[in-house]
């Protein structure tokens, strides 16, 4: 059974640090990884999605890894500002071999406070 | 471009009483269908999902139900609710394919059972 762990479970910075968030997996065969910001009482926003073959993707201030082999993803958050606090969800999708499902499971979250 | 919409916002219910939770996705035809419940100290967890009218799987036994009336429609329901019920049910959405692909998601349905 696939198993995501989110750490920290919460974080809080100054403005303009940079920062790393972790997601960690039990089952390595998975079809991707994403990421998805959520504010306060609201759905979730995707960030990022990498597929299983890659090792990061980029979008702005915000760089996501994958080591699939180790379990292991970041989400690296360059220059932060006050907009960027939310909490973060990391998710992976199994690929269905092994006898693993394919639905997306999802870790408890992130919450970054960035200060001003 | 595509939009999602849940409704309603917000619900109150007593413990046994009916639930019907709706989701409709515009500017998209066949979309994968998803409801998701995240309750306090818990991550999401796939409650149904499903890939065409009628087509529903279920991934948690539980005393909720789903249905999937038209293409572009997902209804959560229950006929008793009970306490455990409580939390944020999202609905989501994804282009059917042959590969999986981001899932979006609406606002959300936030549930007290009292």
């Known amino acids: 059974k696939q198993e995501v762990t989110q750490i920290p479970a919460a974080l809080s910075v100054p403005e303009g640090e940079n920062l790393v968030l972790n997601c960690s997996f039990t089952?390595?065969?998975?079809?991707?990884l994403q990421w998805f910001r959520q504010d306060p009482g609201k759905g979730l926003t995707s960030l990022l999605l990498i597929q299983s073959s890659q090792r990061e993707q980029t979008s702005g201030r915000l760089n996501a890894s994958l080591d699939k082999s180790s379990g292991r993803s970041t989400l690296y958050i360059a220059a932060s500002q006050p907009g960027d606090s939310a909490t973060y969800l990391c998710?992976?999708?199994?690929?269905?071999?092994?006898?693993?499902?394919?639905?997306?499971?999802f870790g408890k979250g992130t919450k970054l406070t960035v200060n001003p | 471009s595509q939009t999602i919409h849940q409704w309603p916002a917000t619900l109150v219910q007593p413990v046994g009483s009916p639930l019907s939770l709706e989701c409709t996705v515009e500017g998209t035809s066949n979309p994968n269908l998803y409801w998701y419940r995240q309750a306090a100290g818990r991550g999401l967890q796939l409650l149904f999902y499903?890939?065409?009218?009628?087509?529903i799987s279920s991934e948690v036994p539980q005393n909720l139900s789903a249905s999937r009336p038209q293409d572009r429609q997902f209804i959560l329901s229950s006929k008793k609710l009970l306490l455990s019920d409580s939390g944020f049910y999202l609905c989501a959405w994804s282009v059917a394919s042959w590969f999986p692909n981001t899932q979006y998601f609406g606002p959300g349905t936030r549930l007290t059972v009292l």
């Open positions: 089952d390595s065969a998975i079809y991707n």
């Open positions: 499903s890939v065409g009218i009628g087509q």
């Open positions: 998710a992976v999708r199994g690929d269905g071999t092994q006898g693993g499902s394919e639905k997306l499971v």
